[in-house]
């Protein structure tokens, strides 16, 4: 097939052509999928050397078990959980749990505590789509990331970027469904107070009489 | 509803799969608390900018080596298919 032919075949048609021994439209799934993927990954590991070895394993271990893809969830989901998996071996080796499990490694802390309140509120000076255009808010972007904790960039990361649902969000990091709710409304909050200290109207900041 | 139940029931909220009944009364603090609103709205456009965000390219470089890995990988995979 040439490039424009794969260019528009759906991500169905690309993996039948691809089990049948099609390279090229094997490669044009990667090349659909690798930017998301390395972005994913980078913000996960937050390192140019593992992102890249990561995104590198993540499409061979799809390459080698693209028989497998059982089609239960999208091609790109299936790709964000293995790209995840991949990932948190990393972290866990540079915190010196590899021998530790799995479910150990992304449960061991369940949220017990109250949620964080909101302090800075204030509606924004522009709009997400503003924004998004200015060259410095992806910098803001990448830094409130950064901020979180592993668990909640995790579950922001593959809910809210990524769009899986919460049961695949779930699935893909060993967690119940509650603990992912509960990590995804801290992760929310916690952005939600830095990019409004960035992004806040401070001549329009509110003040609740009571703790919100 | 206290502003601290709302807290708790801002993810279904903002997500659309919130009781409805729960949403109703949610609606109607939300009308008499101005920091709930924005607190509302501030989430909804903290997820959009994330969401709207592009990715990121691959290094070019980076991006040679993976394809050419991949092709390598599946040779051999083509040479000795699995079962």
């Known amino acids: 097939m040439n490039d424009d032919a794969t260019t528009e075949l759906s991500d ?8 049948a021994g099609d390279l090229e439209a094997f490669e ?13 990954v980078l913000r996960i590991v937050r390192q140019e050397q593992d992102a890249q070895d990561v995104t590198q394993q993540t499409f061979i271990s799809a390459l080698e078990h693209l028989g497998g893809f ?10 964000f959980r293995i790209a ?10 540079r915190k010196g749990l590899n021998t530790i ?12 505590d109250g949620l964080p309140h909101p302090e800075f509120i204030a509606d924004w000076k522009q709009s997400p789509a503003e924004l998004v255009t200015r060259h410095e808010t992806q910098r803001l972007l990448e830094e409130a990331l950064a901020q979180l904790d592993d668990k909640h960039r995790l579950v922001f990361l593959l809910r809210d970027v990524e769009g899986l649902s919460v049961k695949e969000t779930a699935a893909a990091l060993a967690l119940s469904e509650a603990n992912v709710k509960v990590r995804l409304l801290r992760a929310r909050l916690q952005l939600r107070e830095g990019l409004t200290r960035q992004f806040g109207d401070e001549a329009r900041r509110v003040f609740s009489g009571h703790q919100h | 509803m206290k502003c601290e139940e709302m ?8 997500d659309g799969t919130v009781d409805p009944a729960l949403c109703a009364e949610f609606e109607r603090h939300m ?12 989430i909804r456009q ?13 290094p070019a470089p980076f991006r040679d080596r993976l394809h050419s890995a991949l092709r390598e990988r599946w040779k051999q995979q083509s040479a000795n298919p699995p079962g």
């Open chain 1, 12 to 19: 169905d048609a690309l993996i039948r052509h691809a089990r």
């Open chain 1, 28 to 40: 044009a799934l990667v090349a659909r999928y690798e930017r998301q993927v390395y972005t994913l």
């Open chain 1, 70 to 79: 059982r089609q239960e969830a999208t091609f790109a989901t299936w790709l």
């Open chain 1, 84 to 93: 995840t998996h991949a990932a948190l071996k990393i972290l866990r080796k």
């Open chain 1, 101 to 112: 499990s799995f479910e150990e490694a992304t449960e061991a802390q369940p949220d017990r």
């Open chain 2, 7 to 14: 807290l708790a029931l801002l993810n279904e909220y903002v």
């Open chain 2, 31 to 42: 009308a008499g608390c101005n920091p709930c609103q924005v607190v509302v709205d501030n």
């Open chain 2, 46 to 58: 903290t997820i959009r900018l994330y969401q709207d965000g592009q990715p990121y390219d691959l």
